[in-house]
């Protein structure tokens, strides 16, 4: 009997001594930190945090698990991710909760909303169409004396600028003939200069300007 109680324990005890630390962040659709959520991690027995600020951080071995969030009274699911543990050390990922729509029964409010964004919608337009004639005014006149970009931070930062401030890094190698690794230095030493900010998705990284 001590055998077997000895024997449990050594196993118990083995399976965490590979072990690693996962944290990060849990950001909202518009990537402000998330407040007062709860984030499930699927070990056995499963680990919950009720996260005040966003961050959490489990202690887990090695292994590929699900993480959840959830809101503050746990009944509503907020988003999902999962991650695999291969050795030691810490891995950091960063959760960006899906857009949801808020419900709302005033139809005063419904209608409000509608109109504002068809007013919206009229404006975005107008200064699209203004912005696009512009655009190809100058297209037109520079067409013999085009600036080259050879700068490729230069060329980077105006694709982030041109996306409207936010783009996957998955989606910036599109348009470089760079290797990966390249792009990866680059992004690396423009967050460093603090001219972009990185945040990770689950395998990839959306690049914003600050």
């Given at each position: 009997?001590?055998?077997?109680?000895?024997?449990?324990?050594?196993?118990?005890?083995?399976?965490?001594?590979?072990?690693?630390?996962?944290?990060?962040?849990?950001y909202t659709y518009d990537l402000e930190r998330a407040k007062n959520v709860v984030v499930e991690l699927s070990t056995t027995p499963q680990q919950r945090i009720v996260s005040t600020d966003g961050i959490y951080q489990f202690y887990v071995p090695l292994g590929k698990y699900d993480i959840t969030v959830y809101d503050q009274d746990n009944s509503q699911l907020l988003g999902n991710d999962n991650?695999?543990?291969?050795?030691?050390?810490?891995?950091?990922?960063?959760?960006?909760?899906?857009f949801k729509e808020k419900e709302h029964s005033s139809l005063a409010y419904i209608l409000g909303t509608l109109f504002i964004l068809f007013v919206a919608g009229l404006l975005l337009l107008h200064e699209k169409t203004h912005h696009f004639a512009e655009r190809l005014g100058k297209s037109l006149r520079l067409k013999k004396k085009l600036p080259v970009i050879t700068n490729d931070k230069e060329k980077l930062l105006t694709l982030i600028k041109e996306a409207g401030g936010r783009i996957t890094q998955k989606e910036l190698r599109k348009h470089f003939t760079l290797s990966e690794a390249k792009i990866s230095l680059l992004i690396t030493e423009l967050e460093h200069d603090n001219t972009i900010k990185k945040i990770k998705q689950g395998r990839g990284n959306i690049i914003i300007l600050p």
């Open positions: 009997m001590r055998f077997s109680l000895l024997l449990i324990f050594i196993l118990l005890l083995s399976s965490y001594v590979s072990a690693a630390t996962l944290q990060g962040k849990v991650v695999t543990l291969t050795k030691e050390g810490t891995y950091t990922l960063d959760i960006i909760l899906p």
